[in-house]
């Protein structure tokens, strides 16, 4: 279920809306083979009308499974928005939609949770990658070696029939 509010309630006071957001709503689930997300959204936000207006202001947090672009180690990301906040203008060209007098959060909160998703996630920030084998230890691929031509990456460009 989305994240909804009634705009009517907002005439008589502010909102709050505490709770959890399934991660199936907020559809990242493709965005990047590295980011997985095991647990839902948690959110503490305060919604306020203000004019022709409404102001939505808290803090999001999100456990994300992660894969380090490196080494491809599996660990956890905190991502925390703690300072949230979101300006839903009611009416002209920028208005939100209305459908039966509430208005879904849940595009505003996916877009800035994918704005602060990892570019590049990494267990640490000294990661130095996969283990390379040790140079005798190297697989045997049946084929003779040359020791002078596989020696450079641009002996093998060279190989190339354009």
Same mark, same amino acid.
């Given at each position: ?7 009517r309630?907002?005439?008589?006071k502010?909102?709050?809306?505490q709770?959890?957001?399934p991660?199936?709503e907020?559809?990242l ?7 997985h997300?095991?647990s839902?959204?948690r959110?503490d936000?305060?919604v306020?009308?203000l ?5 939505? /202001?808290?803090?999001? /947090?999100?456990?994300? /499974?992660c ?6 180690k599996?660990?956890s990301?905190? *991502? ?5 906040s ?8 920028? !208005? ?8 879904d *959060?849940?595009?505003?909160? /996916?877009?800035d949770?994918l704005l602060?998703? $990892?570019q590049? $996630? ?5 990661c130095?990658? *996969?283990?390379k084998a040790?140079p ?6 049946g084929k ?5 031509a596989?020696? !450079? ?6 190989? *190339?029939?354009?």
């Amino acid at each position: 279920m989305p994240l909804l509010f009634n705009i009517r309630h907002l005439d008589q006071k502010d909102l709050s809306l505490q709770g959890e957001l399934p991660v199936a709503e907020l559809a990242l689930d493709d965005v990047d083979e590295l980011i997985h997300l095991p647990s839902p959204l948690r959110h503490d936000l305060e919604v306020q009308k203000l004019g022709s207006s409404v102001l939505v /202001r808290g803090s999001l /947090r999100l456990t994300l /499974r992660c894969e380090c672009a490196r080494c491809l180690k599996v660990f956890s990301y905190e *991502l925390e928005l703690p300072q949230w906040s979101c300006h839903l203008p009611l009416s002209g060209e920028d !208005s939100v939609t209305v459908v039966n007098d509430c208005v879904d *959060l849940t595009p505003y909160l /996916r877009e800035d949770i994918l704005l602060e998703f $990892p570019q590049h $996630p990494l267990c640490e920030p000294e990661c130095g990658g *996969l283990l390379k084998a040790p140079p005798g230890k190297a697989k045997q691929s049946g084929k003779p070696v040359d020791p002078g031509a596989g020696s !450079s990456v641009w002996a093998e460009l060279d190989k *190339l029939k354009l």
